[in-house]
């Protein structure tokens, strides 16, 4: 039950930081071109985390930099912790077989 909550957790913070990250990058879109958006896409929002900080006061965007930056450290720290590497890799960290 509690690994079931953790994974309903992990999935809320991982759609939320997802959220943040879409709306940083329509902001790269439109202040630094389709070039620095298209790399932000490619590299799976960690330059657009980079960039986002870069730009934070003069965009505005400073309080969502925030939370997105602890919703992703929180994800990692909730993935980690509750083995969602082991299943994404086959692995049942519970020893128990379905």
Do not use: D, E
């Amino acid at each position: 039950m509690a690994s079931g909550m953790l994974g309903l957790l992990t999935m809320l913070v991982g759609l939320a930081s997802f959220v943040c990250f879409i709306i940083v990058l329509i902001k790269q879109f439109k202040t630094a071109g389709v070039v620095h958006g298209i790399i932000g896409i490619i590299t799976c929002g960690i330059w657009t985390l980079i960039w986002g900080w870069m730009n934070a006061n003069n965009l505005g965007i400073r309080n969502i930099m925030l939370i997105w930056t602890l919703l992703f450290v929180l994800y990692w720290i909730l993935i980690i912790t509750t083995g969602g590497f082991a299943f994404s890799y086959g692995m049942n960290p519970t020893g128990v077989t379905p």
